[in-house]
């Protein structure tokens, strides 16, 4: 069967190869230590499963939802986003429901962007930027993010001719996958590059509740003028452990939030409303429960440098989220590095390669595994020799 052309230009999903890779390991009896997908570890906290129980036992919930999200749901992201941020929102044009932040992501590309006009997307990035610039027919023009610019794209350098034909740019701070985090000045130059070009600007926030060493991460849409030209996305996967759940929000420029329904109300049907009122629930409940995600994450973040530094092998201290951006040893490729390390550890890792050009010669893990296994992941390698 032949498939639509434009899923020609789209290579399979990072994380559904990385997969695949563990499920042969595994088949061949290999006890894998997965260090890929950032998967949390933990349970989701019990307050949010208990309501969610309460609430999928009321059959008002088990119609369709309301498309955008119910009213309650866009009410308590406004309040979080007012006590965590001190941003205003407005529930019913600036805050929208998402089955995930993977899908929102996704969708805006296809509310934005034409086939041929230029996406500005970071280069290590989270690889649905580039996917979706692909399935639209876009063209993705890639910000490097190295160690020399702190991982912070330098808009200067990008030709006039790209900037004039862009639709949309995206970054992601805290950063997926180099762990470093933007503060509210290099934000406020990301918003005026925008309103400047009329390019719609998109922080993927996923990580925002994940930083170290006394760092707290901003909201874009705390910059001046944010507003209007800005959107944000948040995930609860990584936040409250609520990976399988799919809930997520987009939040910011009305103009772009409208858009984006549009785009969902004719493709999805809305987040099953249990599971909107279980993330009421998480919002509602944050502080706490955050903070203690916090210390287990900086916990992890210090067996890693440890485990790190004894290998001898380079890497970038990450200021938030919760990966470790390495670099792979001589002689060896990220793929290489990767494979090898499957082969003759067990260990599983997600190749730099697959995150973009400049992710080449890196390999990425993720803290989202127990302590112990963790530490065995490094001895194991230690063991390499
Ligand atoms: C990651 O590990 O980078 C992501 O969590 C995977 C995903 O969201 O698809």
């Known amino acids: 069967m032949k498939q639509a052309r434009r899923l020609d230009n789209a290579p399979p999903y ?12 595994l088949e061949n009896g290999v006890d894998v230590i997965n260090l890929g997908i950032g998967d949390p570890d933990m349970p989701t906290p019990y307050f949010v499963v208990r309501k969610m129980a309460e609430a999928i036992n009321n059959p008002v919930y088990h119609a369709y939802p309301e498309y955008d999200g119910s009213m309650e749901f866009r009410c308590a992201v406004a309040q979080h ?12 044009t600036e805050v929208v429901a998402l089955l995930g932040s993977k899908e929102g992501i996704a969708h805006i590309f296809f509310a934005l962007v034409n086939e041929g006009d230029f996406t500005l997307v970071p280069d290590p990035e989270y690889p649905v930027y580039e996917l979706a610039t692909a399935l639209t027919g876009g063209v993705p023009y890639h910000m490097p993010l190295t160690s020399g610019n702190g991982f912070f794209p330098d ?34 130059s990301i918003v005026d590059f925008g309103l400047k070009h009329d390019i719609v600007v998109c922080n993927d926030n996923a990580y925002s509740e994940f930083t170290y060493d006394g760092i707290k991460a901003p909201s874009i849409l705390m910059a001046d003028n944010a507003k209007d030209i800005a959107v944000e996305f948040h995930s609860f996967s990584k936040s409250y452990n609520m990976t399988g759940w799919r809930l997520g929000f987009a939040v910011g420029n009305k103009d772009a939030i409208s858009k984006l329904k549009k785009m969902k109300n004719n493709i999805d049907s809305g987040v099953f409303t249990a599971i909107q009122v279980a993330g009421i629930e998480a919002l ?36 938030g989220a919760f990966y470790f951006w390495i670099k792979v040893p001589k002689g060896y490729t990220s793929k290489t590095y990767t494979q090898m390390l499957l082969d003759k550890t067990g260990v599983a890792v997600a190749p730099g390669n697959g995150y973009g050009e400049y992710g080449e010669g890196y390999i990425r893990i993720s803290l989202t595994i127990s302590d112990e296994r963790l530490k065995e992941a490094f001895e194991r390698i230690r063991n390499l020799g």
């Open 14 to 25: 990072l994380f559904v190869e990385i997969e695949e890779n563990i499920k042969k390991a």
């Open 81 to 92: 986003y007012k006590k965590r941020f001190g941003v205003d929102l407005d529930p019913e």
């Open 155 to 188: 808009l200067s350098i990008i030709p006039k001719e790209v900037v004039k034909r862009s639709k949309i740019l995206f970054v992601n701070y805290p950063n997926n996958p180099t762990g470093a985090v933007a503060d509210l000045k290099q934000f406020q």
């Open 284 to 319: 509602k409940g944050c502080e706490k429960f955050v903070e203690g995600m916090q210390k287990i994450y900086a916990r992890r973040r210090n067996i890693a440098i440890n485990g790190l530094q004894k290998l001898g092998l380079e890497f970038e201290l990450p200021r």
